[in-house]
């Protein structure tokens, strides 16, 4: 059985952005967004954003500002805060666990698109995932590049360009970002 463009390109395969499907999908979500990130209710906010994702906690929250590509990609856990202005790139599944703080200006981007300007000239796109573990807090300005997965009780420096992934335990911080310090499981700094 073929595959739909959306299969594809939720799959990271390559596929067809012009897609009737995912066209008619990104015009609406830019439509509700454009509505929900007008009203002064915060609540009421959240509430049609959270019905836009695939699935979230209970407890979500996000400040004015967020934007996204399609919503049916969004993963997001329980106690989840986003800042002002939060992007989520969801041409591939983004994964957020539990209890994550997400400062202010934050992107998270799961297009890729090809080194090849013989390919991107014939707009060959796809995608890679984003998995961000549990209890991790990301400053303000943060930006996740695709096919990156972040572990658990991480913290991320505001600014940093997180380009690879990273284990548990650690703050990372730089562009690209780098590991700084080793946490123990108290969140204080381990020795050495």
Known sequence: MMKTEREKMSDGEPYEQLDPELVAQRKLIRKKLRTI???DDNEQQNKLIKEL???????FWAETGIEFDYGFNI???????ANYHLTMLDTCPITIGDHCYIGPDVGFYTPVHP?????RDADVELGKPITVGDSVWMGGHVTILPGVTIG?????GAGSVVTKSFGDDVVIAGNPARIIRHLDDNGDVSPG
């Open 53 to 59: 994702l695939a699935d979230s906690g209970e407890d």
């Open 75 to 81: 993963h997001v856990g329980n106690h989840f805060y």
């Open 152 to 156: 658990s009780r991480v913290v991320v």
């Open 115 to 119: 080194l090849s300007a013989k390919l």
């Open 37 to 39: 990130n007008q009203l």
